[in-house]
């Protein structure tokens, strides 16, 4: 399948001024050779009906290892900094707008097939202490490190299958059963003004398994670390090569990802000419990601791979939120006023269903579409506050919401 298909959501602001976070996420299974590497890439768009951009990201999908590909990126539209002197126009209007148009672009290319999305809507309000809490980070890296040859043996752990069902994890040297071409989850607490840093340490490598490698044979381990609104890292994922050597798996460098210290005030004052989304602005369930690839010749035998996780510093910089007004309990009637029980009982209404909601889909280069909808179809709301996720199909006017516990 080929071409250009886009889809279009409409998400309605609750919270004069907020910042709305939108992640997109799919997942493709492990391919490797010429059909991985010619996936689409997917391209996210946040702007105003009005037309002003508040936020660009892309998604790779392309492989070539046989690792499979997590697809995850999000777009946001951005309260107002409020020590800012003179806003731009558009960062003014995407902070005021009572609407978002996002738009989900899935290109060119071998598409891979139908693949289901995963659509998450956040809202925050502004934080009342915004002006007064601690400047952001001057750039992405992190303080805390993890260190290279960790002591002791590794705690055993299983991961999960998804951000859904990651297990939480403290920081320490871990080890974890993988087959070829899995990726497995884990969810790290981070608070406000404490730093993150992950390493996929090594493999055993003195499996009787890869005793079936040659010396044209590799392996490869893989990490990544993904903010609580499912934003990736954009300094990974960390990748770790082994080759065949004299008989012997031999690893490449290590490496580790880090995640400077989680502060409110990154949105605004963390400079990153890659990406248009801001990352490590909120405190919450950091989640990290193991992936491992391998060749047919390993016949999906589970191995040992290592990884750490290290969480340092004292909490601060806690932002401050004005609590959500409490309804005014409705009086109570009096017994005056009471209506009068019906001496015969009134008709049941038969009840009705609720047409189904499609996605506005085109299979051209897209436009924005007009305030209120698009061409290709009736512009979808998501409802806001976190707990509702839009599961739909790029490729299919197939959609649907599911709410979270």
């Given at each position: 399948?080929?071409?250009?298909?886009?889809s279009?959501?409409?998400i309605?602001?609750?919270?004069?001024?907020?910042?709305?976070r939108?992640?997109?996420?799919?997942?493709?299974?492990a391919?490797s050779?010429i059909?991985?590497?010619?996936?689409?890439?997917w391209?996210l768009?946040?702007t105003?009906?009005?037309?002003?951009?508040?936020?660009r990201?892309?998604?790779?999908?392309?492989e070539?290892?046989?690792r499979?590909?997590l697809?995850s990126?999000?777009?946001?539209?951005?309260?107002?900094?409020?020590r800012?002197?003179d806003?731009?126009s558009?960062?003014?209007?995407c902070?005021?707008?009572?609407?978002?148009?996002?738009?989900?672009?899935?290109?060119?290319?071998n598409?891979?097939?139908?693949?289901?999305?995963?659509?998450?809507?956040t809202?925050?309000?502004?934080?009342s202490?915004?002006?007064?809490?601690?400047?952001?980070?001057p750039?992405?890296?992190?303080a805390t490190?993890v260190?290279?040859?960790?002591?002791?043996?590794?705690?055993?752990?299983?991961?999960?299958?998804?951000?859904n069902?990651?297990?939480?994890?403290?920081?320490?040297?871990?080890e974890?059963?993988?087959?070829p071409g899995?990726?497995?989850?884990?969810?790290?607490?981070?608070?406000?003004g404490?730093?993150?840093?992950?390493a996929?340490?090594?493999?055993d490598?003195?499996?009787?398994?890869?005793?079936?490698?040659?010396t044209?044979?590799?392996?490869?381990?893989?990490?990544q670390?993904?903010g609580?609104?499912?934003?990736?890292s954009?300094?990974?994922?960390?990748?770790l090569?082994?080759?065949?050597?004299g008989?012997?798996?031999?690893?490449?460098?290590?490496?580790?990802?880090?995640?400077p210290?989680?502060?409110?005030?990154?949105?605004?004052?963390t400079?990153d000419?890659n990406?248009?989304?801001?990352?490590?602005?909120?405190?919450?369930?950091y989640?990290?990601?193991?992936?491992?690839?391998?060749?047919?010749?390993?016949?999906?035998?589970?191995?040992p791979v290592?990884?750490?996780?290290a969480?340092?510093?004292?909490v601060?910089?806690?932002?401050?939120?004005?609590?959500?007004?409490?309804?005014?309990?409705?009086?109570?009637?009096?017994p005056e006023?009471s209506?009068?029980?019906?001496?015969?009982?009134?008709p049941?209404?038969?009840?009705t269903s609720?047409?189904?909601?499609?996605?506005?889909?085109?299979?051209?280069?897209?436009?924005s579409?007009?305030?209120?909808?698009?061409?290709?179809g009736a512009?979808?709301p998501?409802?806001?506050?976190?707990?509702?996720v839009?599961?739909?199909?790029?490729?299919?006017?197939?959609y649907?919401?599911t709410?979270r516990?």
């Amino acid at each position: 399948m080929s071409g250009t298909t886009t889809s279009y959501y409409t998400i309605k602001r609750e919270i004069p001024g907020s910042t709305i976070r939108t992640n997109v996420l799919t997942r493709f299974p492990a391919v490797s050779g010429i059909e991985g590497a010619q996936r689409a890439r997917w391209q996210l768009t946040l702007t105003t009906p009005k037309g002003a951009r508040c936020s660009r990201e892309y998604i790779s999908t392309a492989e070539v290892t046989g690792r499979g590909v997590l697809g995850s990126g999000s777009v946001m539209a951005l309260s107002v900094d409020p020590r800012a002197t003179d806003p731009l126009s558009s960062v003014l209007e995407c902070a005021e707008a009572e609407e978002l148009v996002l738009e989900v672009e899935r290109g060119q290319g071998n598409m891979g097939g139908t693949a289901l999305v995963e659509i998450r809507v956040t809202e925050e309000p502004l934080a009342s202490n915004a002006t007064t809490l601690p400047d952001g980070a001057p750039n992405l890296d992190g303080a805390t490190t993890v260190p290279e040859n960790p002591e002791g043996a590794p705690a055993p752990v299983t991961g999960g299958a998804s951000f859904n069902d990651a297990p939480e994890i403290t920081p320490g040297y871990y080890e974890v059963e993988m087959v070829p071409g899995e990726m497995v989850f884990f969810s790290v607490p981070v608070d406000w003004g404490q730093s993150l840093s992950f390493a996929v340490q090594n493999v055993d490598t003195d499996h009787p398994v890869f005793e079936r490698l040659t010396t044209s044979n590799s392996i490869q381990l893989y990490g990544q670390v993904y903010g609580p609104d499912g934003t990736p890292s954009p300094n990974g994922p960390e990748f770790l090569n082994y080759v065949m050597v004299g008989g012997h798996l031999s690893a490449g460098s290590f490496n580790q990802l880090q995640v400077p210290a989680v502060n409110y005030r990154n949105r605004w004052d963390t400079p990153d000419s890659n990406r248009t989304t801001p990352m490590f602005s909120e405190a919450g369930n950091y989640f990290v990601t193991v992936a491992y690839s391998g060749r047919d010749v390993l016949d999906g035998v589970p191995v040992p791979v290592r990884f750490s996780v290290a969480v340092d510093g004292e909490v601060t910089g806690v932002p401050e939120f004005a609590p959500a007004p409490t309804p005014e309990p409705s009086p109570e009637p009096s017994p005056e006023s009471s209506p009068e029980p019906s001496p015969e009982p009134s008709p049941t209404a038969e009840p009705t269903s609720a047409p189904p909601l499609t996605s506005g889909e085109r299979t051209d280069s897209a436009e924005s579409p007009p305030a209120g909808g698009n061409e290709g179809g009736a512009s979808l709301p998501l409802i806001l506050g976190g707990s509702l996720v839009g599961v739909g199909v790029l490729g299919a006017l197939i959609y649907a919401l599911t709410r979270r516990a």
